[in-house]
């Protein structure tokens, strides 16, 4: 009796331990390193951006991620579990491959002999001819690759290591013509123009919005600070200011406008979407600043998921803000965002800027700039309903 007791205790033991070897090798399955994309990041003791610093970490230095949160990612420092910023860190895969490319283009030639220069900042090159498509190479302004054919709006190109990409037409330029390649949607155009730091205050649309209700969403917010501008300031704060002065302009010319955060408060996604449930949404929009490790990068852009009536109100809001202020174009792009996928009411998100552009921060941070954003998500509403 006491020998099958023992027998079963080893078993059941045994049976724990390889258990805890599967759940392991599933949770060590699950990690990712990350390299950090600027020259100092703080490590936290917890993910809020006024937690502890424990330490700092540079650039070249390379994190394994456990789990992210409210846009912050857990990782080890100095064996205790720590937090960095989430924005601030590059898939290591994407970094070694991308961003740290050769600075040598390849000399192979092209089959037609002809080369595109990426007209654009930071460029994203893909596997295939589609803006939803994996990113294998980040181009810079100014490089040049071998051009191997041209399909609609998108150039097949060879890279440097001598495999072949797309890059859409829109940010490149051919060298034997000199001239940008442009597409035939105005809205999705992308302006090769600098943003002026003088903003002037364009004119208020005449627009009525009456029994429209639209639901704005300010981006982060709490915890979760969102990015951090070049002069320190949070994402969630900006977003959060902005999207009042939007909302004041709505209603004044006749809209019912609900706001998903009035203040610093912690939201997950799905709380977000949970609350825009609970209203009659004729128009979604959540509202974020941009931000890339590469401090050049500029732009506005706006963003849908999938649907017909979605595609069209993010046109509508694009070619508004294009014409309201004078930031760069980076045009209309379908991207599987959480509030835009999982919304089932008409949706966009807006990218307002790069705040981790200095010149650009400076023009984002004028009360003409408020103005022109709100006049142009009012113009873009108009447009879109009538």
């Known amino acids: 009796m006491v020998i099958l007791k023992k027998r079963i205790l080893f078993l059941c033991t045994a049976f724990i331990l390889v258990t805890s070897f599967i759940w392991l090798d599933k949770s060590y399955a699950a990690e990712k390193t990350y390299d950090i994309g600027v020259d100092a990041v703080d490590v936290r003791d917890d993910a809020a951006a006024d937690a502890n610093v424990v330490g700092q970490l540079k650039k070249g230095d390379q994190v394994t991620v456990f789990k992210e949160a409210h846009g912050w990612a857990q990782t080890y420092y100095d064996g205790d579990i720590a937090w960095v910023a989430a924005h601030y860190l590059i898939p290591a895969d994407n970094s070694t491959k991308k961003v740290e490319k050769k600075k040598k283009q390849s000399k192979a030639s092209s089959s037609n002999g002809k080369t595109v220069q990426v007209t654009e900042d930071i460029v994203n090159i893909r596997a295939n001819a589609s803006t939803h498509d994996e990113v294998v190479y980040i181009a810079e302004k100014g490089e040049s690759f071998p051009l191997i054919e041209t399909v609609n709006e998108w150039h097949k190109i060879k890279l440097p290591d001598g495999s072949t990409a797309w890059v859409a037409s829109w940010v490149t330029t051919s060298k034997a013509t000199g001239q ?4 035939s949607n105005s809205s999705s155009k992308k302006s090769t123009k600098k943003s002026s730091s003088k ?123 294009v014409q309201h202020t004078s930031l760069n174009d980076r045009g209309v792009q379908k991207d599987n965002y959480f509030v835009l996928r999982e919304n089932a009411d008409v949706s966009v998100l807006v990218e307002l800027g790069f705040i981790s552009n200095p010149d650009e921060l400076s023009v984002i941070q004028s009360d003409a700039y408020d103005e022109n954003v709100s006049n142009a998500i009012l113009e873009g509403l108009g447009n879109y309903f009538y």
Do not use: C
Not at 180 to 183: E, N, Q
């Open 180 to 183: 940008a390649k442009s597409s």
């Open 199 to 321: 903003q002037t205050t364009s004119a208020t649309p005449n627009v009525s919005l009456d029994g429209k209700n639209i639901m704005l969403d300010a981006g982060h917010g709490g915890k979760d600070p969102g990015a951090i501008a070049a002069d320190g300031k949070y994402e969630k704060d900006m977003t959060l200011a902005l999207t009042n002065k939007i909302a004041e302009k709505l209603r004044a010319h006749g809209a019912t406008v609900t706001l998903v955060r009035t203040s610093d408060k912690t939201m997950s996604l799905n709380e977000r979407i949970a609350f825009n449930k609970l209203f009659w949404t004729d128009a979604y929009i959540s509202v974020h600043f941009n931000a890339f490790t590469k401090s050049g990068s500029r732009g506005i852009s706006t963003h849908y998921y999938a649907n017909k009536k979605d595609e069209q109100l993010a046109y509508s809001i694009q070619q508004a803000l």
